[in-house]
């Protein structure tokens, strides 16, 4: 019998029933007339989401990645130094685009389980009288090893050392799933992507920016041409695009916003630790725990579960896979093999994160494990029970 298979990795997130109708639709011309009638609204509505006032907020045909580098090569100049620690795999990665752009940046290594080193990097900044940290890089929620860092700690940081520097977040696998304040924290720049919290197919880098980026954009020389904020800014302003957009996408982004708005952010972000919680709990009641090392550090979109000694956490994702129709994230470099990720974002509810927890029990004992069959399962069941007035906004 055919069947679709059970999507709990953090991204691609699953797609409510109202989101795929708003995409099926034919083909437009984004050069029409009345198109700002959906464009303009758009980027109005994303503000709310970054919960900005006063910044700007851009749409690339992109993935997340594409966002790091637009907001890097429009507001900083070749060789200018930034700070950034990683702890994680897409950590690593924005650092290594750092590298590859040619910009001098002081990278603070920490173990794989912790987030952003705010005492650290407050001892960096502090030390660094003449300003020559132009930027400070910080992953909100690394999804490798499913940790959240204390942005706004971050933001107390460099106001505390009356440091200049622009804060950049990467808030891929946050926005619109865990609390983020871009004007109340300070930040300069906040990155996502279309396929984790706002429910959609890959295929858009929405980002935000703040008055200062954009003034930092003025005096930036870097070469750029896609990512052009300029480019964007002339034709955003009436509600059209330097080049061909993803229109399918944005009719999906109208419609994600919609549901976001209608179940309220505040009560999504708190649907969002309810979920993460009974998942937390799950694995408190298997006897294993997380890649995070410490509860202040604990993701509410996605959970990284460390295997028992002599179980491959790659074999727990196939055998889920194959055997149960279930998807798992496998463990990324330093914890391949040692972790498997439950994604517990988007549209989700709990009947659907119960079913993924009983999966994932047979899978842990089908590869070794000793696991309690239902343990897990009557952990979650026990907490989401005792919360049964929350309402799921799954579709």
């Avoid at 290594?109 to 705010?118: L, M």
């Avoid at 942005?151 to 891929?172: E, K, Q, T």
């Avoid at 194959?322 to 470099?333: A, D, K, W």
């Amino acid at each position: 019998m055919q069947h679709h298979t059970g999507l709990f990795i953090p991204g691609p997130t699953n797609i409510p029933d109202p989101v795929r109708r708003a995409m099926n639709l034919p083909m437009e011309d984004m050069r029409a007339p009345d198109f700002p009638e959906l464009t303009l609204p758009l980027f109005r509505d994303l503000k709310r989401v970054f919960k900005t006032e006063t910044g700007q907020a851009f749409i690339y045909p992109a993935s997340g990645t594409g966002g790091w580098e637009a907001v890097l090569t429009n507001t900083l100049n070749p060789g200018d130094k930034v700070l950034i620690a990683t702890f994680g795999q897409f950590s690593l990665l924005w650092a290594d685009m750092c590298r590859r752009l040619g910009f001098d940046t002081v990278v603070v290594d920490r173990p794989w389980g912790e987030g952003v080193p705010v005492e650290a990097f407050a001892d960096i900044l502090a030390r660094d009288g003449t300003h020559r940290i132009r930027a400070v890089l910080a992953t909100h929620n690394e999804t490798a090893t499913g940790v959240t860092s204390d942005i706004a700690g971050l933001r107390r940081a460099l106001d505390a050392a009356g440091h200049p520097a622009l804060l950049y977040v990467d808030g891929v696998s946050s926005v619109a799933s865990i609390d983020l304040r871009m004007d109340e924290w300070g930040l300069d720049a906040v990155v996502s992507g279309s396929q984790k919290g706002f429910m959609l197919p890959t295929g858009l880098a929405i980002v935000a920016v703040s008055q200062k980026a954009l003034e930092a954009h003025r005096s930036s020389k870097f070469p750029r041409c896609f990512f052009s904020f300029e480019d964007m800014m002339r034709t955003n302003k009436d509600g059209y695009f330097p080049y061909t957009p993803a229109t399918t996408l944005l009719r999906g982004l109208r419609a994600s916003l919609d549901l976001l708005f209608a179940e309220g952010l505040e009560n999504v972000f708190t649907r969002h630790h309810h979920l993460a919680e009974g998942v937390r709990r799950a694995v408190t009641a298997w006897g294993l725990t997380l890649c995070a090392r410490e509860p202040k550090w604990h993701s509410d979109t996605v959970s990284a579960i460390v295997v028992p000694e002599g179980v491959d956490s790659t074999q727990v994702a196939r055998q889920a896979y194959h055997r149960y129709g279930v998807s798992f994230g496998i463990g990324l470099n330093k914890v391949a093999g040692r972790v498997f990720r439950i994604g517990h974002l988007g549209a989700l509810n709990e009947p659907m994160l119960l079913g993924a927890l009983g999966a994932a029990e047979m899978a842990l004992a089908d590869c070794g494990a000793r696991i309690a069959f239902g343990s897990g399962v009557a952990a979650a069941q026990s907490h989401y029970a005792s919360r049964s007035n929350l309402t799921a906004a799954a579709a």
